[in-house]
């Protein structure tokens, strides 16, 4: 399983972009790259996923470098609400793996 | 559709005693696990389940012990609570298309709040 490293905390402001980089230097040809979100006293939820290149949804943007070893998440125009810890995960369900999280990355967003 | 639901979501032990949390699951997922969550820190897996009668252990099984007698339910029991288990347990699922390489996308309940005193 892919070991992942990320910035302990960032700090931002509202209408700012935030991008938040995940090493994971021994990712597998089958890995994917998943992040989460995680607001205090709930369980993480689901924001993005990827494989390769760059994919875009409502909510984020994932960019990965064509050697995969990275990733960077791309938080739009932040607002107080996107508070939060980002978790990057780096895996595949092929076999069960074991997924085990970091300690993310707390971004906080100041008005 | 509820998703992934755990029971109880708050409850205080005595040292020594002995409880289970329940875990259920209604999006017919195949896997299922159990995480801890101490304060200011990440994830740590306990326990995990690839289908239904099959467990393992993560990172952090010691005093832990689960269950997955049915698909939908994964029970995690505290033999004899300690202080050290005081945490947050977040229990979670995720559904692996057999054949097919895809990312995993898990979904976590409310999370359980567990003090022991």
């Known amino acids: 399983l892919a070991k992942t490293t990320q910035p302990i905390s960032m700090d931002s402001y509202e209408g700012q972009e935030v991008n938040i980089t995940c090493s994971h230097n021994?990712?597998?040809?089958?890995?994917?790259i998943t992040w989460y979100q995680q607001f205090p006293s709930q369980g993480p939820r689901f924001i993005i996923q990827?494989?390769?290149t760059k994919v875009t949804n409502e909510v984020a943007s994932l960019f990965i470098p064509a050697d995969r070893k990275s990733s960077t998440l791309s938080l739009p125009r932040v607002s107080l609400s996107d508070t939060a810890v980002y978790y990057c995960?780096?895996?595949?369900?092929?076999?069960?793996?074991?997924?085990?999280f970091g300690g993310g990355t707390r971004v906080l967003v100041k008005p | 559709n509820a998703g992934v639901t755990q029971t109880p979501k708050f409850r205080v032990l005595k040292t020594g005693q002995s409880m289970t949390l329940l875990c259920a699951q209604d999006?017919?997922?195949?896997?299922m696990y159990w995480y801890r969550q101490d304060p200011g820190m990440g994830l740590r897996l306990i326990h995990y389940?690839?289908?239904?009668?099959?467990?393992a252990k993560g990172e952090v099984p010691d005093g832990y012990n689960v269950s997955r007698l049915k698909k939908q339910n994964f029970l995690l029991g505290l033999e004899s609570a300690a202080p050290s288990q005081t945490s947050v347990y977040f229990c979670?699922?995720?559904?692996?298309?057999?054949?097919?390489?895809?990312?995993?996308?898990?979904?976590f309940g409310e999370g359980s709040w567990l003090t022991v005193v």
């Open positions: 999006m017919n997922h195949e896997y």
């Open positions: 021994n990712i597998a040809t089958n890995d994917y």
């Open positions: 389940s690839v289908g239904e009668g099959t467990t």
């Open positions: 990827g494989y390769k």
């Open positions: 979670a699922s995720s559904f692996p298309v057999p054949g097919l390489i895809s990312g995993n996308t898990i979904y």
């Open positions: 995960l780096v895996g595949d369900d092929a076999a069960g793996n074991k997924l085990t």
